[in-house]
């Protein structure tokens, strides 16, 4: 069992830092995993706490910060969006956002930051070696610049646009790009119905 779980996370640990470097330069590229990667238990406690509507709900995932200007609103939209679009379709699904920022980024922030997303987008925030964990866990980079000493309010984050569609049992089943791949994911719940009744 503990190689069948380290094969997949090497998978992901490939595949997501791959999606990080092309996502800027190649086409929008929404990969369905053949072989879907379950999370591990204590992730998917943490998920099922932000969007805690029961077990039979889909999730999409997306990681940024409040302070970001256009991507992270951007995404959220899109995320916000394609709940919609699932709703439509009778998929049962909800948005969670994980801040990569959590120094300036307090729940309080969080909580209206995403409510102007629309009521079934959540949010996460952890601090220190949880938020590590968590974002070893996705494959997800952030890069600070100019965070230091004299400057612990105006500073820039870099982060993968990288988001993933978790299936009810907590399995990683859709990586795409939450910016380019919308309309991609969006065609898949009207036309891909078996992946949401696998």
């Given amino acids: 069992m503990k190689p069948k779980f380290l094969a997949r996370k090497h998978i992901l640990m490939i595949v997501i830092p791959f999606l990080f470097f092309i996502q800027s330069t190649l086409y929008a590229a929404t990969i369905i ?3 879907p990667i379950s999370l591990q238990a204590d992730t998917l406690a943490h998920l099922r706490q932000a969007q805690p509507t ?3 709900q889909w999730q999409l995932v997306v990681f940024g910060f409040t302070h970001c200007k256009d991507i992270c609103p951007a995404s959220l939209a899109n995320l916000s969006m394609l709940v919609k679009a699932a709703n439509n379709e009778q998929i049962k699904i909800g948005g969670i956002f994980v801040t990569v920022d959590p120094d300036r980024d307090t729940d309080a922030r969080l909580a ?3 409510q102007n997303f629309g009521s079934n987008i959540a949010y996460l925030r952890f601090e220190g070696e949880a938020l ?5 866990t996705f494959g997800v980079e952030a890069v600070f610049y100019t965070k230091n000493a004299g400057n612990q309010h105006h500073y ?3 982060h993968s646009t990288t988001a993933f569609l ?3 049992a907590g ?3 859709v990586i795409f790009d939450a910016l380019e791949d919308v ?3 969006a065609k898949l719940f009207k036309e891909n119905k078996v992946l949401f009744e696998s």
């Fill in 54 to 56: 029961g077990n039979e």
């Fill in 171 to 173: 399995r990683i089943r």
């Fill in 132 to 136: 590590e964990r968590f974002k070893a």
């Fill in 33 to 35: 995993l053949p072989r």
């Fill in 112 to 114: 209206t930051y995403t």
């Fill in 166 to 168: 978790i299936d009810p």
């Fill in 156 to 158: 820039q984050v870099d």
């Fill in 183 to 185: 309309a991609h994911v």
